[in-house]
């Protein structure tokens, strides 16, 4: 659907109205080696009033208010991937800071979705 790929150790973010289904988000060093940095992936969504992807995957269940994980990539972790599912139309952001190392952020919808 989307990244948000700010250089260094800016935070990351990304904001936009998602509809109903599942949804990955990804957390990726810039390189995977070199760019190890712990991370701190804050993830809301409030109803709007509108009516091969690795393994392990996190699964959220259905997201409601914000979640906050705290976690590593980097190069013993190339990528962590956080999925979550929507039954309404919900405004959806996320936010990814307190990284010492540029790390990136991609939001992903399932391929099984179909609207």
């Given at each position: ?65 914000t979640q906050t994980f705290t976690d590593f990539v980097g190069s013993a972790d190339s990528s962590d991937y956080y999925r979550f599912t ?30």
């Amino acid at each position: 659907i989307t990244f948000s790929d700010n250089w260094g150790d800016s935070d990351e973010s990304i904001s936009r109205s998602l509809g109903a289904g599942t949804y990955y988000v990804r957390v990726y060093p810039y390189r995977t080696t070199g760019y190890d940095t712990r991370y701190r992936l804050e993830l809301t969504a409030t109803p709007t009033g509108i009516g091969d992807i690795a393994n392990p995957v996190f699964n959220m269940g259905v997201l409601s208010g914000t979640q906050t994980f705290t976690d590593f990539v980097g190069s013993a972790d190339s990528s962590d991937y956080y999925r979550f599912t929507l039954n309404e139309v919900k405004d959806f952001s996320l936010t990814l800071g307190g990284m010492t190392d540029n790390a990136n952020v991609g939001l992903y919808l399932a391929e099984e979705q179909v609207d």
